[in-house]
């Protein structure tokens, strides 16, 4: 399934949002586009069997994120009280 918002339809500054989704209704790519015709990937998203969320590659350039890494990493900043 792909849902799609469009942000200032038919102005310069138009800004499209797709969003696509597996079978289980989780959010699977997110992609851009300003003129509705070159979309570019921002994130995708992998789930483990069980369903929850694994990893996360931002952009192009598939930088890549462990949530275990990111909770840790956040922890070290903000320890819990």
């Keep these: 399934m792909v849902n799609t918002n469009t942000y200032q339809k038919n102005e310069k500054d138009q800004f499209i949002h797709c969003y696509t989704y597996d079978a289980d209704n989780r959010i699977t790519i997110v992609e851009t586009s300003s003129d509705n015709l070159h979309f570019e990937k921002d994130a995708k ?7 929850s969320l694994a990893r996360v590659e931002l952009g192009d350039k598939k930088f890549q994120a462990h949530l275990e890494d990111l909770k840790i990493q956040v922890l070290k900043f903000h320890p819990l009280q």
Aim: hydrophobic share 15%; no cysteine; glycine share 14%.
């Design 45 to 51: 998203y992998f789930y483990y069997d069980h369903g």
